[in-house]
């Protein structure tokens, strides 16, 4: 009964696998190799390495910090609250810096206003001092007697000219948020409350693996200890939603690859009524195992969600046992070896098929897919080689007497089937179905957005947004980059763009915007100031009035204009620098390069126009890019699809010839055909996801074709054996459909919707049956 | 022994509480909150260290417990100012104009009003308060307590009796405003033109 090369098969296999295992140690010798970061699954839009420089730099801040807002009716309670918090956070080694209250260093405020005098003076005040100098020290007498004017941090003898105060009073608003002079903390008043600002640093970032679950629980805990005092606590962080992204792919990880098991497993002992059977799963944790070993020797880890949308493997993975197994209710007496030799063609096709309709996917510009498709197709290889090699010979005593109720179930199905096609011809189905994808594809609605990648629970975007209406602060993932050969042509070409937004933020249509020509001017600007304070004498007379010493002022305008012209570094290493320093990105490989950001929702379309004849200057808006390589990559996809249909074929044509190949793949052509006209009926929208599910269907639906096309023990044998696959596949991606994360969730259902129809229609691949070409 | 210590106790405890009970913070800020509009004349000082003499302005100001302060500068230039819980308004041509919030400027506005209305407990967060006198002629001295105010003012005292007198403040780089209130009446109550100006 078995062949000396089947005495030998396990054992060979059995060493590879060991060479597997060895090699999965030594990869997770240094603990799991998983990732979590959601950028490295999207595809890169643009090869600028500036433009990435840019952007890591703007992301950086979302990755690593923590914006909290603790609130309560009364200011000193939400202040006492802040600190308590502030303490026991830098107490917990999560953070780098927490920071609660500012500690001013004034000194050395005040030497960088005394120090940039010339550089740091706003565009309207230095059109004021040239084209309007009588008001300008107009303005100064009267800011002498105005006990409103809010304290100067320069004493008036040093700066009898008033430029200090005017720098303090043009630097960009802080929203809504106000510095507590007795505390030094920031606080907003909003909704009956008082909010005291605590930003937090963390050492490292959101994708770390355990850094967002412990800053999320440290929350957590402070949360409940806030409320005790009836403080309540709102946060908003990258952190956070790197958190909660990981519960939920560990959740759903467990839900989709748990519920398959246990779904399969109950199958397979319902169906075969015997213990051993269960042996059946030895492939699948070899798939996972070989999936996994290869996805880190090529990309040096796994990311999660490869690990969720692999758990889907276990379904296609069980297929391969189930091809053999499922003969048992033909062939009596069953036995391992002999099934196998049976069913090996159709088996070793399958393979093919399936590996290439994965491998299909690799060729998508998303890493995502990419790895999914390696870990896929090697899992599959795992699957089929311990299925092929190994299985048998573990099932060889194993004499399988199946329950008679699948086969009785498939038997009334072929019934059903006949008697349906007595009363409506072939060709007349294919006309109704044709009816039914025409309706559903007219009312099918394309959707991408990058949104659905992230399944971003509502109350953490909700406070997301209550924090931004309380602070003012809502910073925007689109950004301007500047480029110039020079400092000089960067602070012009960012005033030039800085003059339209500040349009825009009068018009209402931007919030606002930070550029370095706020907080520096160009080095030809200084010198004008130079030149119009050179005019001033003419008309201090006012202030000689008051009393004012000329010996002083003349002094001071001395000073003024032996004062050196200053670049953006020395501007930004001072402390009115700071907000600035993530937008000078300094020298790049032909010049010079900054940032100019913005808050607050905008149109990217409006923001793109005003960049349109300003060189130099470009709107970076990544998720509106991705957004459109969304869509670009549906039609790639489509065609992939198509490509690897044409490769099946050829595949397929050696053992059917070309009718046969052409029928068996048109089959799950006309299969994802109906489900996509599905999603139109259901209103459900076609997103890039649906896509790459249904084109995973065409090649997992190819293999219930060829069975059905082999009939190897008779129709109704055949079909159960499609039934049953189709059974434990349809369980694993099924339950995909329940995930929180709508690119997940969509792929789930299209693949569960390609998987029914590929049934219903994988009988007409049967050699005797009198149809026409579905694909006609 | 015993009785004559648990005597001696009890006349200690008694002469502290009535040496508290002279005038404490409640008080003057009971005294301060009463009048619901007060009318006046200021003369504001300002002792700039670099100049020989101070900057002298005059002016009158209305001090309203619902409304605000109206602060009118009339010498040597005429400039209306008025805080409201909206912030500070500055009058020009076109009538009021609210003045952009200054985080810092718009904090020590707070003070100012706390000041003038004697909430004690709005100072009081921020500042060590001392009271000495009585209820006819008090002295409060303001000391700041973080390091953030020690930074920008030395100290800050008020006299007053039933009202406000005068207000100086020493900054720590060493100029002084002096505030002098004078010929202060709250008799009087919102004129139209006054109501007008707290309503717009």
């Not at chain 1, 026991?88 to 405020?109: I, K, M, R, Y």
């Not at chain 1, 100098?133 to 008033?162: C, E, H, K």
């Not at chain 1, 305008?557 to 907000?579: F, H, N, V």
Request: aromatic share 6%; charged share 15%.
């Amino acid at each position: 009964m078995t062949l000396p090369s089947e005495r030998k098969l396990p054992w060979l296999f059995l060493s590879l696998l060991l060479a597997v295992v060895v090699l999965a140690a030594w990869q997770w010798r240094d603990g799991a190799p998983l990732s979590a970061n959601l950028m490295e699954l999207v595809p890169g839009t643009n090869p600028d390495a500036l433009e990435l420089r840019a952007e890591q730099r703007m992301q950086e801040p979302l990755n690593r910090e923590m914006l909290v807002l603790v609130g309560h009716a009364d200011r000193q309670q939400a202040l006492t609250m802040a600190q308590q918090l502030g303490e026991q956070w830098q107490a917990s080694g999560l953070f780098e810096t927490v920071q609660w209250n500012l500690q001013a260093d004034l000194p050395a405020l005040r030497k960088q206003l005394l120090q940039g005098r010339l550089a740091m003076l706003s565009a309207d005040d230095r059109q004021l001092l040239s084209k309007h100098p009588d008001a300008f020290i107009q303005q100064r007498v009267q800011a002498l007697f105005d006990p409103f004017n809010g304290f100067t941090l320069v004493p008036s003898q040093d700066d009898w000219l008033g430029l200090t105060g005017r720098i303090q009073n043009s630097q960009p608003k802080h929203g809504a948020v106000q510095l507590d002079i007795g505390s030094g903390a920031l606080v907003a008043d909003a909704d009956g409350k008082s909010w005291v600002m605590l930003r937090a640093r963390t050492t490292g970032n959101a994708f770390d693996m355990n850094l967002p679950l412990q800053v999320a629980d440290l929350l957590q805990h402070s949360r409940e200890q806030a409320a005790k005092g009836d403080v309540q606590l709102l946060a908003a962080s990258g952190l956070l939603y790197a958190a909660n992204g990981q519960q939920q792919a560990t959740r759903e990880m467990t839900w989709v690859g748990g519920g398959a098991t246990v779904g399969i497993l109950l199958l397979l002992l319902l169906a075969f009524r015997r213990w051993g059977v269960l042996l059946a799963f030895v492939p699948v944790l070899v798939g996972m195992l070989f999936g996994a070993v290869a996805c880190v020797a090529l990309f040096g880890h796994m990311h999660v969600m490869t690990l969720v949308l692999g758990s889907s493997l276990i379904g296609v993975a069980v297929d391969y046992p189930l091809h053999y197994l499922s003969k048992s209710w033909s062939l009596k007496p069953w036995r391992s070896w002999p099934a196998l030799r049976l069913t090996l063609p159709g088996l070793t096709l399958s393979l093919i098929t399936s590996v290439i309709g994965y491998l299909a996917l690799a060729w998508t510009p998303f890493p995502a897919l990419t790895q999914i498709a390696v870990f896929s197709a090697a899992g599959l290889l795992g699957a089929y080689l311990s299925a092929v090699c190994l299985l048998p010979a573990l099932l060889k005593n194993v004499e399988l007497r199946p329950a008679q109720w699948p086969l009785r179930l498939a038997e009334r199905l072929i019934h059903l089937r006949e008697a349906l096609l007595g009363c409506i011809r072939t060709p007349a189905l294919l006309a109704l179905l044709i009816a039914f994808c025409v309706g559903g594809l007219m009312q099918l609605q394309s959707k991408n957005d990058i949104r659905q990648w992230v399944g971003a629970p509502q109350h953490l975007t909700d406070e997301a947004q209550t924090i931004a209406r309380i602070t003012g602060f809502q910073p925007t993932s689109q950004f301007f980059l500047i480029r110039a050969a020079n400092q000089e042509q960067l602070l012009e070409r960012q005033a030039a763009l800085s003059e339209r937004l500040q349009q825009l933020v009068n018009l209402d249509k931007l919030q606002g915007y930070l550029a370095l020509d706020q907080l520096v001017s160009a080095p030809s600007q200084q010198q004008q100031v130079r030149e119009s304070l050179n005019r001033l004498p003419s008309v201090w007379q006012p202030l000689l009035d008051l009393g004012v010493p000329v010996a002083a002022l003349q002094n001071e305008l001395q000073q003024l204009q032996t004062l050196p012209a200053e670049d953006i570094d020395a501007a930004l290493a001072g402390p009115l620098g700071e907000p600035y320093r993530t937008l000078w990105l300094g020298p790049t490989e032909d010049g010079v390069a900054a940032i100019t950001s913005l808050q607050g929702l905008n149109n990217p379309s409006l923001l793109r126009v005003q960049a349109l004849d300003l060189p130099g200057v470009v709107l970076v808006d990544r998720l509106g890019d991705l957004n459109k390589v969304f869509a670009a990559t549906q039609i790639s996809a489509a065609e992939l699809k198509l490509a690897s249909c044409v490769l099946i074929v050829l595949v397929l044509m050696l053992p059917f010839g070309l009718t046969g190949a052409l029928r068996i793949v048109a089959l799950p052509l006309l299969a994802a055909l109906c489900s996509l006209a599905s999603l139109g009926w259901l209103g459900q929208p076609l997103t890039l996801f649906s896509l790459f599910g249904l084109l995973l269907v065409t090649a997992i639906s190819v293999d219930y074709a060829i069975l059905m096309r082999e009939q190897v023990g008779g129709a109704a044998v055949s079909l159960l054996g499609t039934l049953l696959a189709a059974v434990t596949t349809w369980l694993s991606f099924g339950l995909l459909a329940v995930s929180s994360t709508p690119a997940v969730s969509n792929f789930g259902l299209s693949v569960s919707l390609g998987l029914a129809f590929s049934f219903m229609l994988a009988p007409w691949a049967g050699r005797h049956e009198p149809v026409a070409e579905p694909a006609a | 022994m015993n009785v004559l210590f648990k005597s001696l106790g009890a006349l200690t405890l008694l002469a502290v509480s009535s040496w508290a009970n002279a005038f404490d913070l409640q008080q003057l800020s009971e005294q301060l909150a009463k009048p619901d509009v007060i009318h006046g004349q200021f003369t504001q000082e300002k002792h700039l260290r670099a100049l020989p003499q101070p900057l002298i302005s005059k002016g009158s100001f209305v001090l309203a417990k619902n409304h605000g302060l109206l602060w009118l500068l009339k010498t040597p230039l005429q400039q209306d100012y008025r805080i409201t819980a909206n912030g500070i308004a500055r009058r020009d041509a076109n009538g009021w104009q609210l003045l952009p919030n200054k985080s810092a400027g718009a904090e020590q506005n707070r003070l100012f009003l706390a000041v003038l209305q004697g909430d004690s407990s709005g100072l009081q967060r921020d500042f060590e308060l001392a009271l000495s006198g009585t209820a006819q002629q008090w002295q409060l001295t303001l000391t700041p307590r973080s390091m953030l105010l020690k930074q920008v003012f030395q100290q800050i005292n008020i006299d007053g009796g039933a009202l406000v007198q005068t207000i100086e403040l020493l900054e720590t780089q060493g100029d002084s405003t002096l505030l002098r209130m004078q010929d202060s009446t709250a008799e009087q109550p919102l004129s139209e033109a006054e109501q007008h100006d707290f309503a717009e």
